[in-house]
C-alpha cells in the first residue's frame, strides 16, 4: 500500500516535467521550421512579412515563456541536456548577419515595416542568455552558433 502510495505521489511530479520538456520541444521543432523558411534578402512580400513575423513572435513568446515559468527553466535545462545547447542554438537562432539584413529590408525610410518582434531579437537573445546556468551561459555567450558574435551581457 505504502509503495502504491508513494507512486501516486511522485507519478504527478514527473508527468508536469515531461510535459514542460514537450512543450519546448514541439516549440522548438516549429521555430525550426520556421527559421529555414524566412527570407533574408528583401523586398518582402505580405507572405515573407507573415513568416518573419511568425518566427520572431514565437522565438520571443518562447523565450519569456521560459523566463516567466521556473518549470519552463527546467524544461530549457532537460532540452539542452539531451539535445546540446550549440545545437539548439544552430536550431532556432539566425546568425547576426541574417538579422541584419532583416532588419534592413524592414526599413522604407524613416517606417518600419515588419513585426516589432523582428526589433526585440536582441533582447530575446539576452534573456534567453540569462536563463542559462553556468557551463551552458559560457558556451551560449562565445559560441558562434549562439551568441558569440552578439553584444550578450
Known sequence: MKILFCILLV???LITGCKQLESITEDISVLTQLK???PTA???SYEDHELLSDYFS????LIKKIDDHPKGK????KYIRKN?????CGKILV???SWASIKANCWKGEYFICSEDVLEFEDSINLFANNLEGGNRSTFLSNEA???NWDVQ
Open 36 to 38: 529555414s523558411e524566412i
Open 74 to 77: 527546467k524544461g530549457l535545462a
Open 58 to 61: 514565437g522565438l520571443n513568446l
Open 84 to 88: 546540446g545547447l550549440v545545437n539548439t
Open 95 to 97: 546568425d547576426k548577419e
Open 146 to 148: 549562439c551568441a558569440g
Open 42 to 44: 528583401g523586398p518582402y
Open 11 to 13: 507519478l504527478p511530479i
